[in-house]
Each structure stands twice: as C-alpha cells, then as structure tokens.
C-alpha cells in the first residue's frame, strides 16, 4: 500500500514528438499527485523540460533499451512505467515479466491483445469474425492484388504502424489506387486498404478503460473535428459521385480535437469489442458512424493522443489505474464526468540547457 503523504514515482518514456507519451505526461501532472521522471531519446525533446528529473534513452530498438529503462526505475525508485510509443510498447511487452519482476506496475494489455492490434489486418479480420461491423478491407501484397479494388473511394496504409496516419493515402478511382498502390508497395511488403466510409463529422476516437484484471471501468469519446488544419492529414473533394459521403473526403491527423463526452451509441458498442479482445488498462478505438452503426477502421491498444483531453474533464485513465492498483482505491464504473468542446493549438518551447542524465551510463 502507498503512503498517500508522498507522492508516488512515475517514469513516462517517448516523451517528445507530441505523441501519447507527452499525452499521459500531461494527464499526471494534472493529477498533480506523483513525481514525474521522464525519458526520451531525443536530447531536445520538450517533455524533457517538463518533469522532476529527466532521462536520454536509447532507441527501443536498441539492445539495452530495457536494461536501461529498468536502472532508470531503480535509480528513482519508480513504481510505475509507461511508455509512449509503440516501439515501446512492442518491446515492453516482449519483456513485461522482468519489468513485473522488479516491482514495477506496467499497465499494459496482454500480448495476444497487442499482437492482434498492432496489425490492421489481424484486427479487420478478428472483428469481422466476431461479427462487429468494418469497412471492407483487403491486405495488399501485390500488384495483382491492387487490380481486384472494385470499390471507390478507398484507404490505402501501412499494416503495420502508420501512426498519425503517416503514409496513408485516399484514392477514387482505379488509377490512383495503383499509383499509391505501387507506392506503398515499395515500402512495406503489405498494407490494407479499407472502404471509406462515413463523412468528416461522422469520425469518433473511443476510449474504454479496464483495470488490469479485465474489470470494466468506464468509457469515453471523441467526436473528432477532422477538416481543420490541424485535425486534418489530407482534405480532397469527392468525385466518386457518392453523395452520402458529402462534398469533402477527409483523413485525420494524429491531433484529435472535437466534442467530448460519452456519446453512447459509439461507446457501448466500444466497450463490447474490447471485451472481446480481452483488454486490459487503456485501449482506444477509431470508429465512424454511419447509418447508426459503428465501424471501427483500427484499434490501438494503449494509451491515445487524447488522454489529456480526456483528463481535463474529469477521466484521467493513468491516475485511475494508479490509485487503483497502487493505492489500494476502489473504481466506480462508469463514473460521471464533464463534456464539451476541446480545441488544441500549437506551443512553443525554447530548449537552452536540458538537465537530463544519458541512462545508460548507469548500466
């Protein structure tokens, strides 16, 4: 049990980049409970200058990331670990029982979960098993492949990472599925591509939240506004013809904003797929509704680009599974919180001289 009179030590990775780790910094330290230790592998990262003390880490790829993370923990005496991209969360999952093992509460899904997740194909392909609905979607392996799209207009990306919609790409027509075909062909041995469905308005982030024992806590959404500059990865006018899909053809960014709030008719269908995944901690479903109906287009599990967003209006999921599990405080499932519009802009920071110490000098 923790001592409530100090506050707990927490280490976020993947800091920078304003990806989900900057997200979960910023949802802590509304908190406002817990030191903040921080790692990046960047040495101007901006989040460096925003904890309690401050670590350059290797690259996940690297072969002592791990051990380097771990002699971080025990420098600091972290009790709990987050990372803050999937790299990260690829390889701490290949080594959660050793950081388990060293006391450390790592809220993450189970491998299956992650394994399943982190490939779009795999994840259109178990959904559609269970019967929940997606758009139609092919893996690409090949040229021939792409000759058998008879259906417009479409998204092509990658398979396999593509964070904040990187590499993807919207066709209309055969000949453009081709052209960005060939291309991405040239980059990845397999990519998916997906019917496009819904309008710009119809777009939703869904968080749904377990504790680590697979208990449902509560759920929560985003009705993404996608046709900003920043909201926005790509805006093309339709010329498929079909109208219901409005004059505008639009991809996100990896930057939500919108309206918050709990939204039922996408969140319970939500709560029902990640059951069936059998998540646990934070899992984050992208989803349009058309027609009433949720299609979900991918499933990340891990913490979103929206969990400060979420914070700010009272669902703040790293705190949740803190208190709980490290501070002994029971859940109320789905608890009440706020709603309303958020909107986020751009900040600048000017980096001098970052306190920070290189981690795998204490190997």
């Known amino acids: 049990?923790?001592?409530?009179?100090?506050?707990?030590?927490?280490?976020?990775?993947?800091?920078?980049?304003?990806?989900?780790?900057?997200?979960?910094?910023?949802?802590?330290?509304?908190?406002n409970r817990y030191k903040i230790i921080g790692g990046d592998m960047s040495p101007i990262s901006k989040g460096l200058m925003e904890?309690?003390?401050?670590?350059?880490?290797?690259?996940?790829?690297?072969?002592?990331?791990?051990?380097?993370?771990?002699?971080?923990?025990?420098?600091e005496k972290v009790r709990a670990l987050f990372h803050g991209s999937e790299p990260e969360l690829n390889v701490m999952s290949l080594h959660r029982d050793k950081i388990k093992n060293a006391g450390i509460f790592l809220p993450i899904s189970p491998k299956k979960v992650i394994e399943i997740c982190m490939d779009k194909v795999k994840t259109?392909?178990?959904?559609?098993?269970?019967?929940?609905?997606?758009?139609?979607?092919?893996?690409?392996?090949?040229e021939e492949d792409l000759a058998k799209i008879d259906f417009f207009p479409v998204v092509l990306k990658p398979s396999v990472g593509g964070?904040?919609?990187?590499?993807?790409?919207?066709?209309?027509?055969?000949?453009?599925?081709?052209?960005?075909?060939?291309?991405?062909?040239?980059?990845?041995?397999e990519f998916i591509i997906q019917e496009y469905?819904?309008?710009?308005y119809s777009e939703f982030t869904v968080g749904v939240l377990h504790s680590m024992d697979g208990e449902l806590i509560n759920s929560i959404a985003v009705n993404r506004s996608i046709t900003?500059?920043?909201?926005?990865?790509?805006k093309v006018l339709n010329k498929t013809g079909r109208k219901e899909l409005g004059e505008t053809l639009a991809i996100s960014s990896g930057i939500s904003q919108g309206q918050i709030g709990r939204f039922p008719s996408v969140t319970e269908p939500c709560e029902k797929i990640a059951k069936s995944l059998g998540a646990c901690g934070a899992i984050n479903i992208q989803c349009r509704l058309?027609?009433?109906?949720?299609?979900?287009?991918?499933?990340?599990?891990?913490?979103?680009?929206?969990?400060?967003?979420?914070a700010m209006v009272g669902y703040n999921e790293p705190d949740i599974l803190i208190r709980h599990h490290l501070m002994g405080e029971p859940f109320e499932s789905h608890f009440e919180y706020s709603s309303g519009f958020i909107t986020r802009g751009l900040e600048e920071a000017l980096i001098k001289n970052v306190d920070f110490y290189d981690a795998k000098s204490l190997l």
């Open 124 to 142: 259109s392909a178990f959904l559609h098993k269970l019967g929940f609905n997606i758009p139609k979607s092919f893996a690409i392996r090949s």
């Open 1 to 31: 049990m923790h001592n409530k009179d100090s506050k707990l030590t927490v280490m976020v990775t993947g800091i920078g980049g304003g990806g989900h780790g900057e997200q979960i910094l910023k949802a802590l330290r509304l908190a």
């Open 290 to 310: 058309v027609d009433d109906k949720v299609y979900v287009f991918e499933v990340n599990p891990r913490f979103s680009g929206t969990t400060s967003l979420r």
């Open 228 to 234: 900003s500059s920043l909201g926005s990865r790509l």
């Open 197 to 200: 469905v819904g309008t710009p």
């Open 51 to 75: 904890t309690d003390a401050s670590y350059l880490l290797p690259p996940a790829k690297d072969d002592c990331y791990i051990e380097s993370v771990l002699a971080v923990c025990k420098k």
């Open 163 to 189: 964070g904040a919609s990187a590499n993807t790409m919207l066709a209309q027509s055969p000949k453009e599925v081709e052209m960005f075909g060939r291309y991405l062909l040239g980059i990845y041995s």
